[in-house]
């Protein structure tokens, strides 16, 4: 079983900076690649960024690519998300999640069978 903690989220305003953290626990030799996901109010949840497991290989939705930067630190067992100009558009709970394929595509939340709690982003005009 694995256990995901998202932190680090909050308000700001347009144009400011957020790093979100995803503490993992738990077994996780199985795990090949992480992703962020976020949902918004009455809106389906959407990919934002993953990355797999050596961190080399990163992928982004394409409105977040030059703002937003995924990436995992192995020996903390922590995933990061920093977040730079951030957008109203960007409100929404930020979930992060662990996936044991050893392929993806990881833009599909069916590719990941654990997620963590959530942690809000508000960003206001």
């Known amino acids: 079983q694995v256990q995901l903690v998202e932190s680090g989220g909050g308000s700001v305003q347009a144009g400011g900076s957020l790093r979100l953290s995803c503490a993992v626990s738990?077994?996780?030799?199985?795990?090949?690649?992480m992703g962020w996901f976020r949902q918004a109010p009455g809106k389906e949840r959407e990919f934002v960024a993953a990355?797999?497991?050596?961190?080399?290989?990163?992928d982004y939705r394409d409105s977040v690519k030059g703002r937003f930067t995924i990436s995992r630190d192995n020996a903390k067992n922590t995933l990061y998300l920093r977040m730079n100009t951030l957008e109203p558009e960007d409100t929404a709970v930020y979930y992060c999640?662990?996936?044991?394929?050893?392929?993806?595509?990881?833009?599909?939340?069916?590719?990941?069978?654990?997620w963590g709690q959530g942690t809000q982003v508000t960003v206001s005009s």
């Open positions: 999640a662990a996936s044991a394929f050893s392929m993806g595509p990881y833009t599909r939340t069916k590719m990941y069978a654990d």
């Open positions: 738990g077994s996780t030799s199985s795990s090949y690649a």
């Open positions: 990355i797999n497991f050596s961190g080399v290989t990163t």
